[in-house]
């Protein structure tokens, strides 16, 4: 390493779920400890982006019935509130030799070079790069879908949608949405936009809820494969009350600009379509220097989440990929895997830089999966933990466990304190705010 006596540095590349736990508690962590002792590690947080908005979230901003800006966690200010150290910029290259990260420049809309390439050192280096929507090659998808993936892109949709729906209103034009994957962001962004034409309708959107139709495409014989079958019949015919069209057996085999072809020759016209089908990692994981990857793109880690090739870099989250013990297939890529990822690198990490200890395998608790169908329902499985284990709820119920989980992933970033003073301004913000997105 070219600069080993230098301060211990941690780089976490990825501020989402996962990543940006990380750097949040071992900043604050190492800050403390940091007047007694000078060598204490030092963190660094790179991203592409400026904020981060929990991943499932994402489907209410593409819709307009969250404000983005009153539920995104700026990465300036949470370095400086929490001791780690923010870089903006997107990793490009690695050079494990030398234990460097490459990281592209950065360049203004207008095209003006803002940061320049850089290289950094590290000592451990923790990927956390998240997932994208794998298209899996369908012609047409990069042209004429949209996707969701991350609080920009979300934040494109909703503008978009807006347009379409302002032309929709002013020109007397249909507005044909088509949303392809019955996973849980399909089906709640599909419950969302009922939300949406709802809302503008009562404020003043008259005829909107006839021009706008929304229709969900599983190529699968069942809306939400990973729950359990009685909640995807449940969720089906929930939806298709709330008057969503949902096609099931139904693979898309290309998209063009005005609508989609299926693979047993039918067409359907569409204004919109919505790319929510499939998960794969970022392209460039495949091509860094010699790191094992799977088919997916995701970084093979052993049971310590060490990447499969070099100890010295970690992956968790989405980007990674785990089979743990007596199972055939790996972990699936959820914010609750890389919350739990996230955990066991902040339990160990700290005594691993010390030779402290040799930790432990990685042990997945599945808890279970809840999905919300806007203000309309919910639903969710309890997995294989606990009292009612196995068990499946749904209604008041499933909505509290499911604002639980957004609510206490506010507390682990802000503090307990902090975190209660969000959530009770977002409480008040939805009782003085309008309830969707109207600028």
Not at 53 to 75: C, E, F, N, S
Request: glycine residues 8%.
């Amino acid at each position: 390493m070219s600069d080993s006596g230098a301060q211990y540095h941690v780089v976490v590349v990825g501020g989402g779920v996962a990543g940006l736990e990380i750097a949040t508690t071992l900043g604050r962590r190492w800050r403390r400890q940091r007047p007694q002792n000078q060598a204490v590690p030092k963190v660094t947080l790179i991203d592409s982006d400026s904020a981060h908005v929990w991943k499932p979230m994402l489907h209410t901003i593409a819709a307009g019935t969250r404000d983005m800006a009153a539920q995104q966690v700026t990465y300036v200010t949470q370095a400086y509130d929490s001791g780690f150290i923010y870089q903006p910029g997107e990793l490009c290259g690695l050079d494990r030799t030398k234990h460097e990260v490459l990281l592209a420049p950065l360049y203004a809309a207008d095209g003006r070079l803002l940061i320049p390439e850089r290289r950094l050192v590290y000592h451990k280096l923790i990927l956390a790069v998240g997932s994208q929507a794998n298209d899996f090659g369908t012609l047409g998808v990069g042209e004429h879908c949209w996707m969701i993936d991350s609080r920009r892109q979300a934040d494109a949709f909703n503008h978009e949608l807006r347009i379409h729906m302002l032309r929709s209103l002013t020109q007397d034009l249909p507005l044909d949405i088509a949303i392809i994957g019955g996973g849980a962001t399909g089906v709640e962004l599909a419950a969302e936009l009922v939300q949406l034409v709802e809302a503008s309708a009562a404020y003043g959107a008259q005829g909107i809820a006839e021009r706008i139709t929304v229709t969900l495409i599983e190529s699968g014989s069942r809306l939400l494969a990973a729950f359990p079958e009685d909640i995807s019949s449940a969720t089906r015919r929930r939806l298709e009350a709330l008057g969503i069209c949902v096609l099931t057996d139904t693979k898309v085999s290309a998209v063009t600009a005005d609508g989609l072809a299926f693979g047993d020759g039918r067409k359907m016209r569409a204004s919109l379509k919505i790319w929510a089908a499939g998960v794969k990692a970022p392209e460039f994981l495949a091509h860094l220097d010699g790191l094992e990857t799977n088919r997916s793109n995701q970084l093979v880690v052993l049971p310590s989440l060490q990447t499969s090739r070099d100890p010295d870099i970690y992956a968790v989250g989405d980007c990674s990929s785990l089979t743990l013990p007596k199972t055939s297939r790996p972990l699936p890529p959820t914010a609750q895997v890389a919350h739990q990822q996230a955990q066991y690198l902040i339990r160990h990490l700290p005594r691993i830089i010390q030779h402290q200890e040799e930790p432990p395998p990685f042990a997945y608790r599945d808890f279970g999966a809840l999905v919300s169908l806007s203000n309309y329902d919910a639903y969710g499985s309890l997995g294989k933990f606990g009292l009612f284990r196995g068990r499946t709820i749904r209604g008041h119920l499933a909505q509290l466990s499911h604002v639980m989980l957004y609510r206490s992933h506010q507390a682990r970033l802000y503090g307990v304190w902090r975190g209660s003073l969000v959530w009770l301004v977002d409480c008040l913000n939805a009782r003085l705010r309008a309830k969707i997105r109207l600028d």
